[in-house]
């Protein structure tokens, strides 16, 4: 979303107030930048920071006794005090009373969500508008009757320390349901207190196969795949390991865990001294999203390149195969992205319209270009 910059402080409580009418219920955080050079005067910026910080001392006392801000600003480091950064809407019945402007009346609530909210006792407006949105995340097919245990169980699992996994803490209640937190919005979460990312990542368990002293690995996106080259390749001095595990969750979140080797063909080293190993490679789809798994895994994995399997791949794009990101082949809705490196930029400009899917290569390729890097 494109930053909002304002120039007076009327501009920035306009802009917040009618994002708030617009969606009374938002979880996502609503911004203003300062635009000081567009104010022109010192003058002009000095009254501009009296008001917010006006605003942001501005205090409403909810039925707990909490206060909530109105505004929370966040300051430029140097000089001190004197630039705002960013303005940040904090309550808007706060800014409301404030500015003494009438708040508009708010549309119905569902009684899943009114049940909902009774439960939750929720002490701000950001921690309403997040319990509102789980409410009408479930509703359809959450019975009403379980709607108390819902919020009791997502109250306790915010109670207690973050040092298991998520999916631990949510099967660990009453509910028993490791799937909970998954499936919840994550925006709404985060209102309520709830954070997926201050749990530890889970662990993730890799396929491996191959021989016991390999000359080269490789990294494989997909399973099927995996399976394929490591029954083509069982005579070959060539390693494997399938990364479906990572795939599996977010990639980037498997990055942080610890990850487990489990052999399923022939005798191949632990998985550490596969990932060590000098010749590591990785191959998947030649399409934007098998091409941000070998670049996000390099983070980890700085010595991986790219294997030689995706010369055939790049050859049959190049005479105009492959599908075009669609559903029906299960592409759609993979986004474009760029790379600082040329030799994946090239891949990444070759796949940009169309791709192709790894478990095209034949065998016989496999056993070719197997030990091989793509350069």
């Not at 809407?89 to 909210?117: F, N």
């Not at 109670?159 to 937190?181: H, N, V, Y």
């Amino acid at each position: 979303m494109a930053k909002v910059y304002v120039v007076t402080a009327d501009q920035a409580f306009d802009h917040f107030l009618s994002a708030y009418e617009r969606k009374p219920d938002r979880t996502r955080d609503v911004h203003v930048y300062p635009d000081y050079h567009g104010m022109g005067v010192d003058r002009a910026g000095e009254r501009f920071n009296v008001r917010m910080v006006e605003a942001s001392n501005f205090n409403r006392i909810t039925e707990t006794g909490e206060k909530v801000p109105a505004v929370e600003l966040t300051w430029e480091p140097f000089p001190a005090k004197r630039y705002i950064a960013r303005v940040t809407l904090r309550d808007a019945k706060a800014l409301y009373d404030h500015l003494k402007r009438q708040p508009p009346e708010q549309p119905a609530l569902s009684p899943a969500v009114q049940a909902v909210l009774a439960e939750a006792a929720p002490v701000s407006d950001g921690e309403r508008a997040g319990w509102i949105e789980i409410a009408r995340a479930i509703e359809g097919d959450w019975p009403p009757s379980k709607l108390p245990a819902l919020v009791a169980e997502l109250k306790r699992i915010r109670s207690e320390p973050t040092d298991r996994p998520a999916f631990i803490a949510s099967a660990a209640g009453p509910l028993a349901s490791s799937k909970l937190l998954d499936r919840l919005p994550r925006a709404a979460l985060r209102r309520i207190g709830l954070s997926l990312e201050d749990y530890p990542a889970s662990p993730v368990v890799l396929l491996t196969a191959g021989v016991a002293v390999p000359e080269a690995v490789v990294l494989v996106e997909n399973p099927r795949a995996f399976e394929r080259a490591f029954v083509a390749t069982r005579d070959l001095p060539v390693a494997w390991i399938s990364t479906h595990g990572l795939v599996a969750m977010s990639v980037v979140r498997a990055l942080q865990g610890v990850w487990y080797g489990a052999p399923v063909d022939g005798t191949p080293p632990p998985l550490d001294a596969l990932l060590g190993a000098e010749r590591l490679f990785y191959w998947g789809d030649l399409d934007a999203a098998g091409l941000m798994i070998f670049a996000e895994a390099r983070k980890r994995l700085p010595q991986m390149s790219l294997s030689a399997l995706y010369r055939p791949m790049l050859a049959l794009l190049s005479e105009g195969g492959g599908p075009p990101y669609a559903a029906v082949t299960d592409k759609a809705g993979q986004r474009p992205w760029t790379s600082d490196d040329p030799e994946l930029q090239a891949l990444l400009d070759a796949c940009a319209s169309s791709c192709i899917d790894q478990e095209w290569v034949s065998p016989q390729s496999i056993r070719d270009l197997c030990t091989q890097g793509f350069c």
